[in-house]
């Protein structure tokens, strides 16, 4: 009886310390080791039981998770982590997730990391700023932890070189219309032969645009190609990224005509 106890003893005794910690620290040192390779997503949010929601759900899709909810502290963090993710709440102590998008868009070093907002009812008009800014895209409110994961999957999924309707991307490909060239191995576009720097959605988006010149694209077509959605979603989203789109392209904005009521155009 003593053999056998002493022999059970270090998997009793790990069985006990695990169920000791909480679960939530556990989950994360195994999803640690088993999905290096995974992504990191920084979820920003000052609300305890939708920060741990999201993380639990998130971790248990194999994404690494880290919660902040101060603005200051998760803009220092982000800045120093560079993440490949960033759902963050609007409304937070410290510093502003509209503060927080302006200060990461503004730097080249953390302008390409994708931003979700969480927006509540009532920030509306934050949510258009947002966007502007250059967020990828927002999250009403109350939201379902699942339409979370896939929204985050589907922002992930567009980073990826290649990924995501890209193709055989790797070869050096450039597509050019009037003025715009779009060099897609170098992600790089220029206008007028001079550089302007494009979020990865902003990128996506002309690069589509420029590919299938000449025809109409729905915003829903949009959205499914670009983001990846189904067409359920806002289209308000397609809007926003069209105008950023055009401003950035300056004297070769006008390329982009807007048809009423359907969607928009690439001018050849
Ligand atoms: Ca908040």
Known sequence: MHGSLS???????????????????VEIR???????????????EDEPDIAEVLAYNLRKEGFEVALEARG????????????????????????????????????????????????ARGEE?????????GADDYISKPFSPREVVLRAKAVLRRMQPG????????????????QIELDTAAHRVLVR???VTLTATEFRLLKLMMERRGRVQTRSRLLSDVWGYAEDVDSRTVDTHIRRLRRKLRDEADRIETIIGVGYRLRE
């Open 30 to 44: 195994v999803l640690a080791f088993r999905h290096m390779a995974e992504a990191r997503i920084y979820v920003v």
């Open 163 to 178: 990924g995501d309707g890209d193709g055989a991307a790797a070869e050096r490909e450039v597509v050019s219309v009037g």
């Open 72 to 119: 200051d502290a998760a803009l220092e963090a982000i800045r120093r982590e560079r993440p490949d993710l960033v759902i963050l709440d609007l409304m937070l102590p410290g510093v502003d997730g509209l503060e927080i998008t302006r200060t990461l868009k503004r730097d080249a070093a953390t302008a390409g990391i994708p931003i979700v907002m969480l927006t």
């Open 193 to 195: 032969g001079r550089e």
């Open 7 to 25: 022999e059970a003893g270090p998997a009793a005794f790990f069985a006990a310390i695990s169920t000791a910690f909480s679960t939530a620290a």
């Open 125 to 133: 008009v934050d949510r258009i700023v947002g966007l502007e800014l």
